[in-house]
Structures are given as C-alpha cells and as structure tokens.
C-alpha cells in the first residue's frame, strides 16, 4: 500500500508527534520504576524500626567523607593486631584500630584488673554507636517518686536541633546541613564502678588514690591516656567514691583509657573495675542528691529502714499493687563508721557489694505500705549491727530494678550495672531493754522499739503480746461504738464533718500508740523523753545511779516515773528502767474529735497533758512525740496529721483515765 504524500506542514507534525511519543515512553519507562520504588520504600520505613540509624549513618559517612565501603587509603598498614571477630563489630572497624585496645558492646560490661601506673583501652566502635538499640526487659512498674538522679559534674550534651533557632531567612540547603549534622549523632552513656581497690600497709588516714577515666573521638588518639591527651573529648574524669560517668552526643568511634596512678608506698594491691557504655542509658548509676532511704528507729542489734514512697498520692490502685507485687527491687548496704575499707568506693554499686559481704550483716527486705500517704515502699529489717555504734546506709538497686547484667546470656542489659544512693547515717541504741517491732497484725502501722525483755521475750513473742491486749482493748470498744447511730441520715447523725469510721480509726491510731509505747534509752538526755519505772533494777540485775537526775527520789515517788504507761509492761514484760517518746498529744485530740459526745472521750489538761503527751517539732531529724508511721527526716511536724480541734470532756471509765492520763 503506498503512503499518501504529505504536505511539508503535514511532516512538521508527524515528526513532532513522533518525538513527543518516544519522550512520553522513556518518561514512563523511568518515573514508573521511580514510583515503585518510593512505595517500597515507605513500607519498609514503617516496619523498620533501626532504618534512622541506618540513615544517620549514611550521614556521618557524608560528613566525614567517606565512601560507603569504608575503605580508607585502600589498606590497613598501621593498625596490626586488632583482629578478633567480635559481634557486632565490623572488619573496617577493626582494622582502623589499634593494638591492645577491647572493644565495648552496648550495655555489656567489661571487667579487668589493672595495676599501678597502667592504662587500659577501649573502643566503642561506630556501628555500636548506630547500632540496635537493647531492650530495656521489663522494667520498674513507674519513675520512683521522690528519686533525684544528677549526673556527674562532667556531663555534656552538644545542643539540639530547635525549631526556633531555624531563622527565616535561612536556605533549604543550609537547613538540610543542619539536619543531617543532627541526625548523624548519637548519645553515648559511658559508666565505671571500682569494684576492689589496694590496701593500706597498717593504719593510714588517707584513701587509696581513683582511677581516671580518658575519653576521646579523635582517630588520631585512639589510646587516650595520661601519655595521650590530644583530641579528648573532655578533661580527664578522676573517679568520686569509685564512679564516673560520662554523656555526649558521638557522630563515630569512642575510645576510651582507664588509667591506674601509681601507688604511694603505705599501699599495696591493684584495682578492678568495670566499664560500659551505652546508647540507651548509664550502665551503673550513683543518685547524688537523695539516699531515698530513711531511718525508722534501731535497738542494740538491728535497725529499720524504709524506703520513701514509690508511687505519687494521685497514683491508680492498679500502680500500687503492681509495685507490691514486683517483689523487692532495691537492696541495702550498711557500714560501721569506722569501716575504712568503704572509703574510695561509697559510690560504686560493686565495690560496696563486694565490701558488705565483708560486713556479713543479715538483712531481710519487703515490701510494706505503712506510713505516710499508706503508699508502696519497701522496708529492710537489718540484723547484727553492734550496739551504742554509728553505720552508714547506703539504698542500692541490682541491675536495672528486675534485671541485673551478669544474669542474661550475652550479658546486655540497659542500666544492668546497678545504682547507688547517697549515704546516710543512723546509731544504734545502748540499752537493751528497747527492741524493734513491725509488721503486727492488728496494730499494723506500729514499726519502731518498744519497751522489752529480751531474757523472757523474742522478737515475735513480744509483738504479739502487745497485739493481742491493744485488739482486745479495741473490741471492748466496738461494743460502745455499735451503742451510736452511724448508718443513719445527715440530719440524724452525731457529726456533719466525721462519721463512726473516722472514730473508729482515730481510736484505733491513739490506741495502738499509748499501749504499744516508743522504747529510748534510759541514759538518753533528750529534753522530751519521759522517765519511766525509774525504781526497778536494768535487766542485768543492776540499779540506776541514785545520784542521777532520771532516778532520784522525786521521780521515783512521781506515779507516771516510777510506773509504765501500761500496767504489762511492768508486770509482765519486765524492761527494767527506760524512757519513752510520749504519744503526739494531737492523737488524743483527734478522737475527742471525731468521736460522739456520748462517748465522753476527753484529754487531760495541763500540766498533766505535758506529762501524758508530747508535741510534734519542726525538726524532722528528731521525732519528738510517737505516732503511727513517724520516720525520721520523712515525716515533717505535721506531715500525715489532719487538722486538730482541741476539745475536753470526762474520760467513761476508769481504765480509760489511766490510759489517757499516762
């Protein structure tokens, strides 16, 4: 067939029809597998979760300008030695190493041996640094309330990207700089404990001398030391108490030394440590603003102690059973005052393990929501201690709380080195006629050292014995209290303000405190403490020095002296002379207030109040009248104590005068 002949307009627009067809087939050609590949894309964006790292990484290759394979100078002339096959860690990066330096996994610990004069290095290599995050396990059930966690003074974060420091005028490829530079960092947490440290030759006054740790990101120092300090990243770090720790933003290889000083010549021995780094977190830990660990009270040979709240007032029922059913995550270390082999490491989790199995004292832990706010808070019942001594007490956590690092197969756990609170301190009493009791089963808020007689009574002997008469008490009461109209309406009941539920509790609180009273020693000098059976013998048989002010002739004729506040203490109990934190004279006003007029509940006036009851103080270092739940430097004066109307009124019986009056 032959083609008609085409006018030279008409071949003008076959051609351009033609070129436009074949621009039109070659755009396709390329966009659709562009369009496809976008989408693929965004998918695998959505289910990845590293794929940022991977793009910071890109970056830092960028910024460092380097190519993709790594490849520096094509050879690996200088850096002989390094070749181990470690997971995680790439061949590039082992042949950029130098000799005789570990490598660091994130959030896997390192431990070693060093001796005087030495330094030992370290390389928390890029791929670490950009690599996985480690799962945090399990966990706590919530932040700890309370808890105040600074970090070491050489803590450094390179500054964040903002919003607002994008000015307007700033051009989109200024901007995208930005970004990348942002997005090719990394926060890098390094950590070290001193787990065991020299001795002195005899008696020295001094500490043996920390450990230093170096820390640089510069190739050209990858064996950072006391010899090698060009391109640190931060001044050299000495160790406090046995820790350091240090935070910044890396866009590459760490390395890191730990150098040993030499021994003076009343020394000997070496040091081991652990170090760790990490991208999720410190490895090991010291809180140096708080202990988080407060006194409750001690007798000759154990100690109380509570930790403060572990969920805020507004938290739901469900957080505080959680917290009650975790078990017991924190731990306690107690040293005598005297212990030097702690001084150099009273920051370091290991080292004071290590230390406390030295001390062998018991230590029994639970959990308890006695106290103030009725809260979770966990408790340590502290046994062996000497009498009339000093300790320090340091609050610590095993690994991060449910995990601890050595427990796990590969070791990586995030924070799995433990945590360290700060130190505080308490004395033991010198008498023993006063020994700690808590967890009873009716009087439950009732923890600190009663009046005892540790020839006739144990532990548990001696607290159901005061259990037992305070329930007994208590329900002679509920038969009065059933006599009242609680479950009526507002117009027929006793109180618009307080009901039978608030008289019940309010007894309850100034029951369980007067029958059950708070034990002190008798040779105490404390100005609110009152004397009590100032005329029997001390448990060892002995008497009180008649020419002392606690045991004279006065006291001794003087009813609320010569006698305990409760007729089993000396009749069956049996302590001997002692004295006693008198209740807080507000509990007795609290159930003239809350309880009805029918009742006649009513507190004495003075000056027999000041001998029946004691007022709270200002200084929560002291507890100057016994209530439920006091702790001290916790509780303030009037932490956990509801207003108090003071009314007066005749006591029903006389059982209940005696017990009011004291």
Same mark, same amino acid.
């Not at 540790?454 to 209290?481: C, H, I």
């Given at each position: 067939?032959? !083609?008609?002949? +085409?006018?030279?307009?008409?071949?003008? !627009?076959?051609?351009?029809?033609?070129?436009?067809?074949?621009?039109?087939?070659?755009?396709?050609?390329?966009? +659709? &597998?562009?369009?496809?590949?976008?989408?693929?894309?965004?998918?695998?964006?959505?289910?990845?979760?590293? &794929?940022?790292?991977?793009?910071?990484?890109?970056?830092?290759?960028?910024?460092?300008?380097?190519?993709?394979?790594?490849?520096? =100078?094509? =050879?690996?002339?200088?850096?002989? #030695?390094?070749?181990?096959?470690?997971?995680?860690?790439?061949?590039?990066?082992?042949?950029?190493?130098?000799?005789?330096?570990?490598?660091?996994? $994130?959030?896997?610990?390192?431990?070693?041996?060093?001796?005087?004069?030495?330094?030992?290095?370290?390389? !928390?290599?890029?791929?670490?640094?950009?690599?996985?995050?480690?799962?945090?396990?399990?966990?706590?059930?919530?932040?700890?309330?309370?808890?105040?966690?600074?970090?070491?003074?050489?803590?450094?974060?390179?500054?964040?990207?903002?919003?607002?420091?994008?000015?307007?005028?700033?051009?989109?490829?200024?901007?995208?700089?930005?970004?990348?530079?942002?997005?090719?960092?990394?926060?890098?947490?390094?950590?070290?404990?001193?787990?065991?440290?020299?001795?002195?030759?005899?008696?020295?006054? /001094?500490?043996?001398?920390?450990?230093?740790?170096?820390?640089?990101?510069?190739?050209?120092?990858?064996?950072?030391?006391?010899?090698?300090? =060009?391109?640190?990243?931060?001044?050299?770090?000495?160790?406090?108490?046995?820790?350091?720790?240090?935070?910044?933003?890396?866009?590459?290889?760490?390395?890191?030394?730990?150098?040993?000083?030499?021994?003076?010549?009343?020394?000997? #021995?070496?040091? &081991?440590?652990?170090?760790?780094?990490?991208?999720?977190?410190?490895?090991?830990? &010291? $809180?140096?603003?708080?202990?988080?660990?407060?006194?409750?009270?001690?007798?000759? /040979?154990?100690?109380?102690?509570?930790?403060?709240?572990?969920?805020?007032?507004?938290?739901?029922?469900?957080?505080?059973?959680?917290? *009650?059913?975790?078990?017991?995550?924190?731990?306690?270390?107690?040293?005598?005052?005297?212990?030097?082999?702690?001084?150099?490491?009273?920051?370091?989790?290991?080292?004071?393990?290590?230390?406390?199995?030295?001390?062998?004292?018991?230590?029994?832990?639970?959990?308890?929501?006695?106290?103030?706010?009725?809260?979770?808070?966990?408790?340590?019942?502290?046994?062996?201690?000497?009498? /009339?001594?000093?300790?320090?007490?340091?609050?610590?956590?095993?690994?991060?709380?449910?995990?601890?690092?050595?427990?796990?197969?590969?070791?990586?756990?995030?924070?799995?080195?433990?945590?360290?609170?700060?130190?505080?301190?308490?004395?033991?009493?010198?008498?023993?006629?006063?020994?700690?009791?808590?967890?009873?089963?009716?009087?439950?808020?009732?923890?600190?050292?009663?009046?005892?007689?540790?020839?006739? @009574?144990?532990?548990?002997?001696?607290?159901?014995?005061?259990?037992?008469?305070?329930?007994? %008490?208590?329900?002679?009461?509920?038969?009065?209290?059933?006599?009242?109209?609680?479950?009526?309406?507002?117009?027929?009941?006793?109180?618009?303000?307080? =009901?039978?539920?608030?008289?019940?509790?309010?007894?309850?609180? @100034?029951?369980?405190?007067?029958?059950?009273?708070?034990?002190?020693?008798?040779? /105490?000098?404390?100005?609110?403490?009152?004397?009590?059976?100032?005329?029997?013998? !001390?448990?060892?048989?002995?008497?009180?020095?008649?020419?002392?002010?606690?045991?004279?002739?006065?006291?001794?004729?003087?009813?609320?002296?010569?006698?305990?506040?409760?007729? +089993?203490?000396?009749?069956?109990?049996?302590?001997?002379?002692?004295?006693?934190?008198?209740?807080?004279?507000?509990?007795? %006003?609290?159930?003239?207030?809350?309880?009805?007029?029918?009742?006649?509940?009513?507190?004495?006036?003075?000056?027999?109040?000041? *001998?029946?009851?004691?007022?709270?103080?200002?200084?929560?270092?002291?507890?100057?009248?016994? %209530?439920?739940?006091?702790? %001290?430097?916790?509780? #303030?004066?009037?932490?956990?104590?509801?207003?108090?109307?003071?009314?007066?009124?005749?006591?029903?019986?006389?059982?209940?005068?005696?017990?009011?009056?004291?």
């Amino acid at each position: 067939m032959q !083609f008609p002949k +085409l006018t030279p307009l008409q071949s003008r !627009f076959a051609a351009s029809l033609a070129a436009s067809a074949i621009l039109v087939i070659v755009y396709l050609a390329l966009s +659709l &597998h562009h369009f496809a590949y976008a989408a693929e894309l965004d998918s695998l964006l959505r289910e990845d979760h590293n &794929h940022h790292r991977l793009d910071a990484l890109l970056h830092a290759k960028i910024l460092e300008g380097l190519d993709l394979d790594d490849d520096t =100078n094509g =050879n690996d002339e200088g850096h002989v #030695g390094y070749e181990a096959e470690f997971l995680g860690v790439s061949r590039d990066i082992i042949g950029r190493a130098e000799a005789g330096i570990d490598a660091l996994f $994130n959030n896997v610990v390192n431990q070693m041996d060093i001796n005087p004069g030495l330094t030992h290095n370290y390389v !928390f290599s890029k791929d670490q640094v950009f690599g996985n995050h480690t799962n945090p396990g399990e966990g706590l059930p919530s932040v700890l309330q309370g808890r105040s966690v600074k970090l070491d003074e050489h803590e450094a974060f390179l500054p964040e990207l903002a919003e607002s420091e994008l000015g307007e005028e700033e051009d989109a490829e200024n901007m995208r700089e930005r970004l990348i530079s942002r997005q090719a960092q990394q926060t890098v947490y390094i950590s070290i404990n001193t787990c065991r440290q020299p001795t002195p030759n005899g008696t020295v006054s /001094s500490n043996p001398p920390q450990l230093t740790l170096y820390i640089s990101t510069s190739e050209t120092n990858q064996k950072p030391g006391p010899d090698s300090t =060009n391109g640190l990243a931060t001044p050299p770090i000495p160790l406090q108490g046995g820790f350091a720790n240090y935070t910044f933003n890396a866009t590459g290889d760490v390395y890191i030394g730990v150098s040993s000083p030499e021994l003076p010549t009343n020394f000997n #021995g070496n040091w &081991h440590f652990e170090v760790a780094a990490s991208i999720d977190g410190l490895y090991h830990n &010291h $809180n140096w603003d708080t202990p988080f660990l407060f006194f409750v009270d001690s007798d000759i /040979s154990s100690a109380l102690f509570v930790t403060d709240n572990l969920t805020n007032a507004n938290a739901s029922p469900e957080l505080d059973r959680q917290w *009650m059913d975790l078990g017991t995550p924190f731990t306690m270390f107690a040293f005598s005052q005297n212990n030097t082999a702690i001084k150099g490491l009273e920051n370091s989790f290991c080292g004071l393990r290590q230390q406390a199995t030295v001390e062998n004292l018991q230590v029994t832990t639970s959990m308890t929501t006695r106290g103030m706010g009725n809260q979770p808070k966990e408790q340590f019942y502290i046994q062996g201690l000497n009498g /009339s001594s000093t300790y320090y007490g340091y609050l610590a956590m095993i690994g991060n709380g449910t995990t601890e690092g050595p427990n796990v197969p590969n070791g990586a756990v995030v924070g799995g080195g433990g945590q360290v609170w700060q130190a505080m301190n308490f004395t033991t009493k010198a008498d023993e006629n006063c020994q700690v009791i808590f967890n009873l089963t009716f009087c439950n808020e009732v923890a600190y050292a009663v009046p005892a007689n540790p020839t006739k @009574w144990n532990v548990t002997g001696l607290s159901n014995l005061y259990d037992t008469q305070a329930e007994a %008490y208590y329900q002679n009461f509920t038969y009065s209290l059933q006599q009242i109209a609680c479950n009526t309406t507002n117009t027929a009941q006793y109180s618009l303000a307080r =009901n039978c539920t608030d008289c019940a509790r309010d007894y309850k609180n @100034w029951l369980c405190a007067v029958q059950i009273p708070r034990c002190e020693d008798f040779s /105490s000098s404390l100005p609110y403490l009152q004397p009590r059976n100032v005329a029997a013998n !001390f448990i060892n048989g002995s008497s009180p020095d008649p020419n002392s002010p606690d045991s004279n002739a006065t006291l001794k004729e003087r009813m609320s002296s010569n006698q305990s506040r409760n007729w +089993l203490i000396d009749n069956i109990i049996q302590p001997g002379p002692y004295k006693e934190v008198l209740p807080c004279e507000d509990l007795c %006003y609290s159930i003239v207030q809350s309880c009805p007029a029918k009742l006649q509940f009513g507190c004495p006036q003075s000056p027999a109040l000041a *001998m029946s009851y004691g007022k709270r103080g200002a200084d929560p270092g002291q507890i100057t009248c016994s %209530y439920l739940g006091a702790v %001290y430097y916790l509780n #303030g004066s009037d932490r956990g104590r509801g207003s108090v109307i003071m009314a007066f009124g005749v006591a029903i019986s006389a059982s209940l005068v005696i017990l009011l009056l004291g």
